[in-house]
Structure formats: structure tokens, C-alpha cells
């Protein structure tokens, strides 16, 4: 067979070496690193170098337009010293000499990309594409040659790219072959003049220049309400369970609205929340018998739940819970809210006590699979301000859209602050002593704490 070459020199051959020998690499790369040049002739190599009929790889990126803009021309540049390849511009297809054939796609139209099986493809930019558009459409398609994946982007929150590189390096650590991940922020590449680094540190804000150029997946949007960091802040914090204990436990209820949705109970003390309850498929008369076996255990002073579809299991609880001790509250979303000079409207007003008391101090549950969904439900809601200037978030529908679920953890725990905020609890036990008498506070001490105060709720 004769000799091929592309007209193409690697800036980083040991990328390539890495790639060649590793089934799944996900790359995390600052901008102007060259990463999708990179990708492009790796797999225009891996193509001319299948031994299999009819060889099929793909290339995808967020959207086919975005594709054909900036992806196209390169694949018929890097390819044109190829003898007898066959370019099919209507579909963005290119047949190389020895029958593979390479095309380009978006994941904005995942029907078009599905198909009997993939040899290899490329996912470029992946924090952009819905988590569904690997394991349901791509992952399949790999296993019956088996087929390669790469994996590359820059960081853009908590989303299936940091996720992807997050189980690779996993894998990675754990000795897995199959598994690489690799980050390249501009201080370790020298790719770019470092007075264009400069500028660029000037130019964008703290949190745009950790994400582009640092590759720090920690790193939020600036109308991001509340930060990653503020997240791990909170997951990394230990609980003093002296202090918490003297303070009563509150109770947000968020109940499930559609099929995919969850019914959360998340319960907190002060400034630790426990590991919350996740229902899904329960009816709401389930709901409300599994919320007053809660209330029973764990004796909360207050329950709110969320009005909007959870009426019927507030009229439940209320009618079945016979105990004067625990108050049930009716939390409207959407009402005005107790500061609404400030805020657009009561949910708006929560949410931000909820981030305020992450920065006071608050301690998250740091179990790996819930630990993951807050990381990702906390950070997503995004904020404005309304022709008046008060605080508004973006609609629940959209952050669903975005994030491929519903926040129904980070909802059920604002709930918690509808009724009592942190860190002003702290004088409930003062208040009472000086309305009540010296004995009041520590007889409700006891009461809140009975004999489970370092209990866990039931798990995930």
C-alpha cells in the first residue's frame, strides 16, 4: 500500500500517542489550544488506518451549522492530498480510499446520527450537548465493533462534560487502560503569548477566565446564583453537633409534577442539612404517609411544602397528623414575596437565603451520588433583576431544560428557609427564654433533640 500523509504536524504527540492506545480520552483544553484541529486528524488517521468494511466514523458538535462553519473546511483540507476520496458536500461526508467514511454531525439532531453501529467519533464540545446524546445514542453504537470515543471541550459548569471527565479520571486513577482524561490549562501549554494571556485575565471576569483559560470546572457563570465553590465549600465542611443540636429541625417538602420527577424531603438543623429522602413514583397519598412517618421519627417543628403540587398532601397531613407540635406550612412558589422590595417573588427569596447560608457556614450531605446532584442542582438556577431591581430567578422549566432534570433537591431544601432563615434562627432559643421564662429554651432544646439528634434520615 502507498505511503498517505496529511498536511498536518502535531503541537502535542504525546496527546496522540494517548489517544491512540486508549478506547475513551476526554480532553479538557483552555480556547486557542488547537484541540479540535487535534481531534479531526486523529480520527481522519484512526479512519485510514481501519482494517474493517466499511468503516464508520462521526465527528460531533453542539449544533450542524456550528459543524459545517468551523469543522468542515478542515476536513476537506486536512484530506485533499488523499488519492480517490470522495467528498459528498450535502451531507458532510467524506469516503476515504480505503471505503471508511467520515461525516459530520449535530447534537442538536441526534435521530440523524443514529445508525447500526460507530468505529470512532469525536464530541466536540460537550458541555453544550443533553447528557442523553452519549448513553443513549452514541454509547450504543460503539459496542458492536467495539468503537473509540474523545471526548473534548472546555469546562462550562457542572454538566455531562465534567462528568465524563470526572469518571475518567477515575478510571484513570484506578488502573482502567480504557480510560484517560487529560486537562491543559494555558499555564501548562505555553500555547498562546503570554501577553494575550494577559490581556485575556484582564478582560474577562474572574469566573469566565478560571473556566476558558484555567480549565477549572469549579468555576461558575457570572449570573450563576449560587458558585461551585460555594458548593464544595459546603460538602466539605464537618458538622459540630453541640451547636446544631440546640436548634429545631425543618423540613422542605417538594412534591414531584411530572412522571420524571422527584419528591424530596430535606431536613435541616441550623446550619447542617441532612441527607435528604428521594420519592419517586408514589402517589400523594404515599407522599403524605411517608412524610407523617417522618414527622413521627424525627419530630420536625416545621414542615413546608410546596403548594404547587403538593395540595393534596398538605390536606392529608394536616387531617391525619395528630400532634399540636409540629406546624405544617403551605409554601406558594410564586407568591409575593416577605421582602418584596427585594425579591420578584417568594421563591426567588428563598433560594437566595440558601445561598446566603452556604456562605455563612452551611454543611451540605456529602454522599457521593446526592453530593453529585447538588453540585449540579445548586449551581444551575440563573439570576436577573426585574424593571425594579429585585432578584429574579430563571423559570424551573428552563433550568430543566438545560440540566436534563428537575432541581427538586435544591428546591425542597430553599423550602426550608420559606419560614425561618439562617443565620437568624440562632435567637429562637433567647426569644423563647425572655417571653417564656429561664426554662423555656432548654425544655425545647430537649424536644427538638430527644434521643436522635445525630441520626441520619432514611437513605437514598
Known amino acids: 500500500m502507498a505511503k498517505i500523509e496529511i498536511p498536518y504536524t502535531p503541537r502535542y504527540p504525546e496527546v496522540h500517542e494517548i489517544l491512540e492506545r486508549t478506547r475513551f480520552t476526554v480532553i479538557v483544553a483552555h480556547r486557542r489550544f488547537g484541540k479540535t484541529v487535534l481531534a479531526l486528524n486523529h480520527l481522519i488517521k484512526m479512519a485510514l488506518l481501519q482494517t474493517k468494511s466499511m468503516g464508520r466514523y462521526a465527528f460531533v458538535a453542539p449544533y450542524l451549522k456550528q459543524a459545517k462553519e468551523n469543522t468542515w473546511e478542515y476536513f476537506k483540507h486536512y484530506t485533499a492530498t488523499l488519492p480517490n476520496r470522495e467528498v459528498n458536500e450535502s451531507e458532510c461526508s467524506i469516503r476515504l480510499p480505503n471505503g471508511a467514511r467520515i461525516r459530520l454531525f449535530g447534537a442538536d439532531n441526534p435521530d440523524a446520527l443514529r445508525g447500526p453501529y460507530l468505529d470512532g467519533v469525536i464530541l466536540d464540545e460537550v458541555a453544550q450537548m443533553k447528557p442523553e446524546l452519549w448513553g443513549e445514542v452514541v454509547r450504543p453504537m460503539l459496542m458492536d465493533r467495539p468503537g473509540w470515543a474523545v471526548f473534548i471541550g472546555t469546562p462550562k459548569g457542572i454538566n455531562l462534560f465534567s462528568e465524563l471527565y470526572n469518571r475518567a479520571s477515575t478510571e484513570q486513577a484506578n488502573g482502567n487502560p480504557n480510560w484517560a482524561a487529560l486537562c491543559y490549562p494555558v499555564n501548562v501549554t505555553n500555547a498562546l503569548p503570554p501577553g494575550e494571556v494577559e490581556d485575556a485575565r484582564r478582560e474577562l471576569s474572574e469566573n469566565a477566565f478560571r473556566q476558558e483559560m484555567l480549565c477549572d470546572f469549579n468555576a461558575s457563570n457570572d449570573d450563576n446564583l449560587i458558585s461551585q465553590d460555594e458548593v464544595e ?31 424530596v424531603f430535606f431536613g435541616r438543623r441550623h446550619n447542617y442539612a441532612y441527607r435528604p429522602v428521594v420519592l419517586n413514583g408514589y402517589s400523594n397519598t404515599e407522599v403524605a404517609h411517608r412524610l407523617m412517618a417522618h414527622i413521627a421519627e424525627f419530630h420536625p417543628s416545621q414542615v413546608n411544602i410546596d403548594q404547587g403540587q403538593g395540595t393534596g398532601v398538605i390536606d392529608l397531613v394536616r387531617d391525619l397528623t395528630h400532634t399540636r407540635d409540629v406546624i405544617i406550612n403551605e409554601i406558594p412558589f410564586g407568591s409575593k414575596a416577605g421582602q418584596p422590595e427585594k425579591y420578584f417573588n417568594r421563591r426567588a427569596e428563598m433560594w437566595v437565603h440558601l445561598r446566603d447560608w452556604l456562605r455563612a457556614g452551611g454543611i451540605l450531605p456529602n454522599y457521593t451520588e446526592c453530593a453529585n446532584a447538588l453540585r449540579l442542582e445548586l449551581c444551575a438556577p440563573m439570576y436577573s433583576f426585574d424593571n425594579q431591581g429585585r432578584i429574579k430567578l430563571e423559570p424551573k422549566e428552563n433550568i430543566k431544560e438545560r440540566i436534563q432534570r428537575s432541581p427538586d433537591l435544591g428546591d425542597a431544601l430553599a423550602l426550608t428557609f420559606a419560614t425561618d432563615t439562617y443565620p437568624d434562627e440562632r435567637a429562637v432559643f433567647p426569644n423563647l427564654e425572655r417571653k417564656y421564662g429561664p426554662e423555656a429554651g432548654p425544655r425545647l432544646r430537649d424536644w427538638v433533640m430527644g434521643k436522635r439528634e445525630k441520626k441520619e434520615w432514611q437513605p437514598w
Open 233 to 263: 465549600g459546603a460538602l466539605a465542611r464537618e458538622p459540630n453537633w453541640e451547636i446544631i443540636n440546640q436548634y429545631p429541625l425543618i423540613v422542605g417538602v417538594d412534591v414531584a409534577r411530572f412522571g420524571g420527577d422527584s419528591t
